[in-house]
């Protein structure tokens, strides 16, 4: 069995190809998928298996690291970060759920599978002999250009309709649409269609069934389970840009009014900036590390954890894209041409924040439980 790696030592990975990483950020933009030596990368660092059970050969990060990774990996190459959460948040519950013929044919070998993932249930599915015929068009599959699997949600022909998560071959569907975008441009999040793809019982999830193997991990909300990896997403991009706009600031000068670097209103925002994305990642450490020793004592998370972490989310996001979005108007009209660093960055904040996963609806939900209180 491969031994887990430890995030240190993920991180240390991740450094050992920050110029390759940073080189190629640029080019996923322009294709508007990630590059074939992007996802060579991905694969070299085995970013897929970061969240997947011990088990089948992943590392098994909790919380506080997946967003320790993710960080890392977004401040270098936020194409590889975004598409690999996806990655990783579909081989982690491939893992978990799967049966061992499941696992046998997708993680044997010390395999890296890419798996892109929808959660949304948007395609029906009825039984057929010796598996499932799934039907429906599936949107923001991030990553699919590159992936060999993809996990997808669809509902039953029963009343009421029973979800399922189904895992189709990339070669048994279409992969279509445009992705046309402002922001997360590298992604390559288009649709997914199948028109009675055959999906075999083994690499079939009844998301009801206990979890196979993992631990309590695997049976958080899909909101916490996500949390740790898109909040690590925007840390990591934002503190690039504030990282970019002070190199900028350095030698940038606006007119006849000196360097950017020595106006007052630039020093306190840039200051505030910084202290605000430490925050929002202190916040998510913090609550992500509670949640971890509870899981790590086998304990499960209740209804009210699960929700917590989705205002933890929330807050910390609107926190650190706000210190972006304060700071980007000191970059001048050169930040607005897509070529520009600022601009990616900006974009790729801005975006993170339209997720679903990031909604303020969070807010409503705590509200209500301390009026119902």
């Known amino acids: 069995m491969r031994i887990a790696r430890s995030v240190g030592a993920i991180v240390a990975e991740i450094e050992s190809q920050a110029d390759r990483l940073d080189r190629l950020a640029d080019e996923a933009d322009s294709l508007g998928r990630a590059p074939v030596d992007l996802v060579d990368a991905m694969r070299e660092i085995r970013v897929p298996m970061i969240k997947a059970p011990v088990e089948v050969g992943g590392d098994h990060l909790h919380l506080a690291d997946q967003l320790r990774f993710f960080s890392a990996l977004s401040y270098r190459n936020a194409t590889a970060a ?36 929808v959660s949304a249930p948007s395609g029906r599915f009825r039984r057929v002999d010796g598996g499932f015929e799934l039907t ?29 998560i189904l895992i189709v071959r990339a070669d048994d569907v279409t992969v279509t649409g445009e992705w046309d975008v402002m922001a997360l441009k590298g ?5 997914v ?12 999830i009844d998301p009801f069934d206990p979890i196979e193997r993992g631990g309590p991990m695997f ?32 030698g940038k000068a606006r007119g006849s009014d000196g360097r950017l670097a020595d106006r007052g ?36 998370v209740n209804s009210a954890g699960n929700e917590r972490l989705g205002g933890v989310i929330a807050y910390a996001t609107e926190l ?8 980007f108007h000191f970059a001048g009209a050169g ?29 409503d939900r705590r509200g209500e439980r301390m009026i119902s209180a």
């Not at 046998?104 to 010390?110: K, N, R, S, V, Y």
């Not at 049976?219 to 190199?247: K, M």
């Not at 650190?320 to 700071?327: I, K, N, Q, R, S």
């Open 219 to 250: 049976a958080l909300s899909y909101q916490a389970y996500v949390a740790p990896e898109n909040l690590g997403f925007t840390l990591g991009v934002c503190q690039r840009f504030v990282d970019e706009i002070v190199i900028y600031a350095k």
């Open 82 to 117: 975004w598409t690999g959460f996806n990655h990783a948040g579909a081989c982690g519950v491939a893992g978990a759920r799967l049966t061992e013929a499941g696992v046998a044919e997708l993680f044997a070998d010390e395999a890296c599978p890419f798996i892109a993932a």
């Open 320 to 327: 650190a894209v706000g210190a972006v979005t304060h700071l």
């Open 265 to 300: 209103a630039f020093k306190y925002e840039v200051g505030k900036a910084q202290i605000q994305i430490e925050a929002a990642r202190g916040f998510g450490l913090a609550e992500f590390g509670e949640v971890d020793a509870l899981l790590r004592r086998g304990e499960s």
């Open 187 to 191: 992604t390559g999040s288009i649709d």
């Open 136 to 164: 429906g068009r599936w949107k923001y599959a991030s990553g699919v250009p590159h992936s060999e699997f993809i996990l997808l949600t669809a509902l039953g022909e029963d009343t009421p309709p029973r979800p399922r």
């Open 193 to 204: 269609v199948a028109d009675g793809a055959f999906v075999p019982d083994h690499l079939s």
């Open 335 to 363: 930040a607005l041409f897509n070529s520009s660093v600022l601009s990616r960055l900006y974009r790729d904040a801005v975006g993170s924040h339209q997720h679903l996963m990031a909604s303020n609806i969070a807010y």
